[in-house]
């Protein structure tokens, strides 16, 4: 690929995709950052360094303006943009990760540790949200299994919980008159679930690190699952005996499950999951795609689900 250089260009006609190739080559020297700076959505996140997967999809990426400025992250309000403009309060650092309960080795992990221990990989992936839209995504991170195993599960740990930061100081969402759900956020899976080489702990995107918006500075990212099991800003996570208690479960368990599969056959009691609208690819009348089971990555998990009603245990 050709690689232009910042100075024979504006930055309205820049391509997210070709950003994304020559970040590195651009992103040197005064006139790199300067450049950088007049993008839109910026790119002051730092650059992280990853190995491709196979288990990425090949399927056309949404944009980088898209990804980190159309966004569900209730802490920051409950409108689209509101993460975008809000999530700047966020402090990510100093940031650890509390590692806790049936394991055998009980760990707080300092999120700069992580990222050095860890071989980091580009995950390309569909993310499916509830709402019936979707987006194709660069992910930078590394498998759950590999931080699972480092702290060594009992034999009776049977599930992996969850929770995200509690900061209402940083999170205006959380500091309301009706708030939308109990705080802190927190989610859950089987521990065969969590154990998936298709889950991963993203640390970033679009080959840097995470925007406070998108779940800064760790999240978590199940592809197979709707969009609102990938639990954002992480600072604890637990092994338990139990099923743990999943936010939007406690919140609307007639609307929301544990679960949480993608599954075109099981419809939201508002609306049907059978189609999505891809974001960029048009406005809201644009023509949708059938949804795929399991968001397309049955071949991968739905061995997890043998034996199951999908209809039940949604």
């Not at 008159?177 to 991963?200: C, H, K, S």
């Not at 991968?300 to 245990?313: E, F, N």
Request: net charge neutral; charged share 25%.
């Amino acid at each position: 690929m050709l690689i232009r250089r910042p100075s024979d260009i504006l930055p309205s006609e820049i391509t997210p995709r070709e950003v994304y190739l020559n970040r590195r080559q651009w992103m040197s020297g005064a006139a790199g950052l300067a450049f950088a700076a007049s993008l839109p959505g910026g790119l002051s996140a730092a650059p992280l360094s990853a190995v491709k997967s196979p288990f990425s999809t090949d399927e056309k990426l949404t944009s980088r303006e898209d990804v980190t400025s159309y966004n569900n992250f209730y802490e920051f309000g409950t409108g689209k943009d509101d993460p975008a403009a809000k999530a700047k309060s966020l402090k990510t650092s100093p940031w650890a990760v509390k590692v806790d309960g049936m394991v055998g080795k009980p760990a707080e992990f300092a999120i700069e540790d992580l990222i050095k221990s860890s071989t980091l990989e580009e995950r390309i992936y569909r993310m499916r949200c509830v709402e019936g839209w979707s987006m194709v995504i660069p992910w930078v991170g590394f498998p759950l299994a590999d931080l699972i195993k480092r702290v060594e599960p009992l034999g009776s740990a049977k599930y992996v919980a969850f929770e995200t930061a509690y900061r209402p100081e940083e999170m205006p969402g959380m500091d309301t008159v009706f708030p939308v759900l109990e705080w802190p956020y927190v989610e859950g899976l089987r521990l065969d679930e969590a154990m998936n080489p298709l889950a991963i702990l993203a640390v970033g995107l679009y080959g840097e690190t995470l925007p406070n918006q998108n779940g800064a500075p760790i999240r978590l990212v199940v592809p197979w699952k709707y969009g609102f099991k990938g639990i954002k800003s992480i600072t604890r996570i637990s092994f338990v005996d139990k099923q743990p208690a999943t936010s939007w479960n406690k919140q609307a368990p007639s609307e929301y499950g544990f679960y949480a599969n993608v599954n075109p056959s099981v419809d939201h009691p508002r609306w049907s999951q059978a189609t999505e609208r891809r974001i960029g690819e048009g406005g809201l009348f644009v023509k949708r795609r059938p949804t795929l089971m399991f968001n397309g990555y049955a071949e991968q998990v739905a061995s997890l689900y043998t034996g199951m009603d999908l209809r039940k245990l949604y």
